[in-house]
């Protein structure tokens, strides 16, 4: 499968890996298997990697899979999501998808670094983390 994910326990945030060409049916047997693991919970921050991914060739297939990424996401239920991708038409893309899913879900960056990622990511979860008093 083309989509996998792990949750780092330590720091309770969710890598998700992708590569190739990625049908609905992977986003699907994806989504089943995030749904049947107990670490990932409601509002898991996520980091993407996308480097690997072969890019859609049209906006129609960014539309189409910003509309079932994001349903995917909805239905996960996470909370902030880094993307990291490697070249210009990959962050384009990944820019067009945080355009298509900003109201949806708008606590979304897109990144050329692992590293930029995930500092963005902890920063999101400290303004979680210190918005929230019960915490």
């Known amino acids: 499968?083309?989509?996998?994910?792990?949750?780092?326990?330590?720091?309770?945030?969710?890598?998700?890996?992708?590569?190739?060409?990625?049908?609905?049916?992977?986003?699907?047997?994806?989504?089943?298997?995030?749904?049947?693991?107990p670490l990932?919970?409601?509002?898991?921050?996520?980091?993407?990697?996308?480097?690997?991914?072969?890019?859609p060739e049209t906006t129609e297939v960014v539309q189409y899979i910003a509309n079932q990424v994001t349903a995917l996401a909805a239905d996960l239920d996470c909370g902030p999501v880094a993307i990291v991708v490697?070249?210009?038409?990959?962050?384009?893309m990944a820019r067009m998808y945080m355009a298509l899913t900003h109201l949806k879900h708008p606590n979304t960056m897109v990144f050329r670094s692992n590293d930029n990622a995930l500092k963005w990511l902890r920063k999101q979860i400290q303004?979680?983390?210190s918005n929230n008093p019960d915490s």
Do not use: F, Q
Not at 40 to 55: A, F, G, T
Not at 86 to 92: L, N, P, R
């Open 1 to 37: 499968m083309p989509v996998e994910h792990m949750v780092d326990e330590k720091t309770g945030i969710m890598r998700v890996r992708r590569w190739g060409e990625i049908t609905t049916h992977d986003e699907e047997a994806a989504l089943k298997r995030r749904n049947k693991d």
């Open 40 to 55: 990932v919970v409601p509002n898991i921050p996520v980091i993407v990697d996308c480097r690997e991914v072969d890019p």
């Open 86 to 92: 490697s070249s210009d038409v990959e962050y384009g």
């Open 127 to 129: 303004k979680t983390y």
